[in-house]
Structures are given as C-alpha cells and as structure tokens.
C-alpha cells in the first residue's frame, strides 16, 4: 500500500457521475425487496433455533453454529444497509432496523455506525479512518515501526496471523459493544442496553439449557469464531493494500473513494456471500444506494473511470486475499530486518 497520488491525467466530476447513477433510478429505494430479504432471514434463523432446540445435547450442534456464524453474518449485513439508510426513506425506520438487527447479534448500532461513518469520510487515510489504525495490525510502513511490545512481535508476523486474528472478530465486536455502554452520548442508549442484555441473556441460557457445559462451550467458540472469520473476510478485502491517504493530502471526493477501493468479482453468488460489500467501489461512492441495485451502477461507473482515467480496481476473492497478506507482510518488512551492531 502506498500512499495515494492522484495522476495529474486522472479527472472526472463527482457531480456528472451522481447525475448518470440517478438518470437510472439507483438510488431510489428497493423497500419490497429489502422486507422480503428481512422476512426470508427472520424464517431461516427461527428455523435455525427449532433444529437447535431438536437436536439438544448432541455433537451434530456444531452444524447448528456454522449455519448461525453464517446467518449471524446475513444479519449484520441488513444491519449495515440500515446504517447507509438504504433500506427505507425514514432515518427513524432505518435506525429501527438497524438496532433490531444489531440486537440479534449483540453488537451495538450506534457505535458501529458511528466508527463506520468516519471510515466512509476518510477511507484509508492513514490518521482518521479507524478502519487503518488498528492496535494488533499495521497497514503502513510508519505504523510498523511505531509499535512496542508484544504488538510489534504480531505486526512482524501480521501476514500469518491476519487469519487467526479474524476468528477473534465476533468477541471483539460484543466487547466493543459492551464498552460503548458507557458512553452517555451514544444514541438508542438505553435501548441497545436492553437489546445487548436481552442478546446475551436469551443466547447463553439457550445454550446452556440445551447443552452441556463442554458443548454448549465449544458451541459458542465455533459459532462466534467462524462469524468473526465470515465478517473479517467480507469487510477486510474492500480497502486493506489500497493506497492510503497520508496527513495534509488533499484528494477530491470521486478520487478517493475510488482510488482506495477494491471491488472483488464472482457474480451473484459472491454478492449475496459479502452482503453487496464486493462493490465497494460503487457502494464508497453511493453510500445511500441500495444493495441490490450496485451491480447495476458497477458498468456504468467503471465505464466512466476509463473514459476520465481513474483507475477502477478488481479482483478475483483468492487473488483479493493474496493482495492483503502480502501487503501486510511488506509493511511490516522492517521489523523483520536484523540490525546490524557495530563492530
């Protein structure tokens, strides 16, 4: 990843863009399909719940908590379009969703959102966007070599541990949401603190009512850690060994979000896998568009970067990994380099 140089022949208008994206009604609002996508989530995880409740204490219960890492997954995914406000018109409906969606799977959406607008602000800007200042990783050179301790021994070998430490995701986002309790501030407080107590308190009852201790704690390191896995590699690829954007750097709005942006291709099937996050192109450029009208915007944007210069980046999902590692494993290159002591 290196720093972000807008190419003196790279132009284009934002504004001539938005009106090429609106001319063809992506951006108007896909309520039927969203309630039916709700709806269909809503029958799968009920129908999740009475096969764990069917099968009680057995070992097959593991299957169980790969289908909910997986559905937790779907959830959150709802829960993120709610954030962008691309399900209804109303922010108040949006909100409703989102904090519904947020209590299924014990995160806060209020925090998560708020950290995920400062992201959309500045993506890959190397001070504000928290996406790329991360404690146990480094996406920069610089941040590399900032680290101390046993940090600095995880960013030497961050390359091989990316992986591990995305199983570590979904218990990093409950303890994130328990965390931003405190913050008077947060909005919906009160309600996500009844949504969170009201998560954990029906999971792990359900859990250890129906298992035994070792399976029902097997259970949950199985389904948490898989969902941490399944959001780690969905969010991940969009951004991690683009360019960043380094302090005082003043790129215009189109660029930046385009020029630190990876789409992953695959089709439909890659679409529903990501929750539309394959466009992250379109969807860093129309944050408000529905997820199911991006793959209708992908030709026409990326049509437009070709015609004013701009370079429009996209990969297969083996070839998007293959990127993040070893982009990690460069930046974090000197740390691995012995120094010399003088003779």
């Not at 590399?144 to 990093?172: C, D, I, T, V």
Request: one cysteine or more; glycine letters at 8%; proline letters at 4%.
């Amino acid at each position: 990843m290196t720093s972000l140089d807008t190419p003196a022949t790279a132009v284009g208008n934002y504004a001539e863009l938005a009106r090429a994206i609106r001319a063809e009604g992506l951006l108007d609002r896909r309520n039927g399909r969203y309630v039916l996508r709700i709806a269909l989530n809503m029958v799968a995880f009920a129908a999740g719940c009475v096969a764990f409740a069917a099968l009680g204490d057995s070992w097959w219960q593991l299957l169980v908590a790969v289908f909910f890492a997986v559905m937790f997954a779907q959830l959150a995914f709802v829960g993120h379009d709610a954030g962008h406000h691309q399900i209804f018109s109303s922010k108040r409906a949006n909100t409703a969703i989102g904090l519904w969606h947020g209590g299924m799977v014990g995160m806060s959406f209020g925090a998560w959102i708020d950290q995920h607008n400062r992201h959309h602000q500045a993506p890959n800007h190397e001070e504000t966007d928290p996406d790329v200042n991360i404690a146990v990783l480094a996406f920069t050179t610089g941040q590399s070599l900032e680290k101390r301790g046993f940090l600095r021994w995880m960013a030497k070998h961050q390359a091989y541990l990316f992986f591990p430490l995305l199983l570590l995701e979904g218990f990093s986002l409950h303890v994130n949401a328990v965390q931003s309790l405190r913050r008077k501030e947060l909005r919906g407080r009160r309600v996500e603190l009844f949504l969170l107590l009201g998560h954990f308190a029906v999971y792990l009852t359900a859990v250890f009512l129906v298992l035994s201790p070792l399976t029902g704690i097997v259970f949950i390191l199985v389904h948490q850690c898989l969902w941490g896995l399944y959001m780690g590699c969905s969010f991940a690829p969009g951004h991690k060994g683009m360019p960043t954007i380094a302090a005082g750097q003043r790129v215009d709005f189109l660029h930046r979000q385009v020029l630190t942006s990876r789409n992953i291709s695959g089709g439909r099937l890659v679409e529903f896998a990501t929750g539309g996050l394959n466009y992250q192109i379109e969807h860093h450029l129309f944050p408000t568009m529905p997820r199911m009208n991006l793959r209708r915007a992908k030709p026409i944007v990326e049509r437009y970067c070709a015609e004013h210069g701009i370079e429009y980046t996209e990969c297969g999902l083996a070839a998007t990994y293959g990127h993040v590692l070893r982009h990690l494993h460069a930046v974090s290159a000197p740390l691995r380099t012995p120094v010399a002591t003088p003779a």
